[in-house]
């Protein structure tokens, strides 16, 4: 009988294996992690030239799981457990992941928002490893097609092999989703946005979001760009840094979202889930205007507390349910 590998083995081999080619020389670890998910996914050691010792270890691996079936939220606890180790020794600062609970808990916000909606069509303009987009898929009835976009060619390569062993077909493209155009519309976004600045000043000189003095916050470039792949009516779910509406110079963004789309509601994390307060995030839940679109008669605003307090999330949920319920619906 096939027995199924659990997130704490596949990690393991997963580790085992990326280190093994980072020490042979085929990489940094972010890079050879996705190599042996490659090789997990192929059935196959594919990277050559390999060390007997290397080739060894790497054998020893495929041993441990051979005959073992995997589950999708299995694949990816396994894959987010490495890709944080390697985060640890990058010196990239945008390398980042969305924590599972912030994940999940936005699977939730989406399935209520599509109302059991069939179909969707999901499109991350920051997908970055893929974890959050496929952290969304396992918990979300529905989604038919979903499209990444970043321009980390090494976040990328994982978001791919993740996807594989998850057996979805993501579109993944490694392309700067601001500049570039072409994505299919769609009807949903999804994305934890990136805090920073948009260096490419002449792709957004044209902006209505770009600020009367300063240079363009990343968030401003990646919201307003991914709008235009938004079908009319369409929902978004953006993970936010909770200074993004009172920074200096931001009345031309606030000026546009209010005429281009509807703030459904506005959740702010607990401040325990980041390491300072400046650090703070929110969930930020639209739809794109359309014919047939209507504000409802009350936005959903909240602070959530952590989400460890059991009791006191139960509630919350009791409370997000009923505006769900008798407000958005």
């Not at 399935?111 to 069939?118: E, F, S, T």
């Not at 970043?150 to 976040?155: A, K, Q």
């Not at 929902?235 to 009172?246: G, S, Y």
């Amino acid at each position: 009988m096939e027995r199924q590998i659990d997130t704490d083995q596949l990690f393991h081999v997963l580790d085992e294996m990326a280190q093994t080619l980072s020490n042979e020389g085929h990489g940094s670890y972010l890079e050879t992690l996705a190599l042996a998910g490659d090789n997990l996914f192929q059935g196959s050691i594919m990277q050559q030239p390999l060390s007997d010792v290397a080739f060894k270890k790497m054998e020893e691996q495929f041993k441990k799981i051979d005959q073992m079936t995997m589950e999708r939220e299995t694949v990816r606890k396994a894959f987010q457990l490495a890709i944080i180790k390697g985060m640890k020794q990058a010196v990239q600062p945008h390398h980042a992941m969305t924590p599972d609970g912030i994940a999940i808990f936005m699977s939730y916000l989406l399935k209520r928002l599509l109302k059991d909606q069939l179909g969707v069509s999901v499109y991350d303009p920051a997908v970055g490893t893929g974890n959050m987009l496929t952290a969304m898929m396992n918990h979300t009835e529905g989604i038919e097609r979903a499209i990444g976009a970043d321009v980390d060619e090494s976040l990328i390569r994982l978001a791919f092999v993740m996807s594989n062993l998850q057996q979805y077909e993501l579109e993944l493209y490694n392309m700067d989703s601001v500049k570039e155009e072409g994505i299919p519309t769609v009807d949903v976004i999804v994305s934890d946005l990136p805090n920073g600045i948009y260096t490419n000043d002449e792709v957004v000189e044209s902006f209505n979001t770009k600020p009367s003095e300063g240079r363009m916050p990343a968030e401003y470039a990646i919201i307003e760009s991914s709008l235009r792949a938004l079908k009319p009516g369409g929902v978004m779910l953006f993970l936010i840094p909770n200074d993004m509406f009172t920074r200096e110079h931001s009345e031309a963004f606030r000026t546009f979202m209010r005429k281009e789309t509807i703030t459904l509601g506005m959740l702010q994390l607990p401040d325990t889930m980041f390491k300072a307060e400046r650090h703070g995030k929110s969930i930020w839940m639209l739809q794109k205007q359309g014919p047939d679109v209507s504000a409802p008669q009350q936005a959903l605003f909240a602070e959530l507390p952590s989400f460890t307090r059991a009791e006191a999330m139960t509630d919350m949920m009791a409370k997000i349910n009923e505006w769900f319920d008798h407000i958005y619906n």
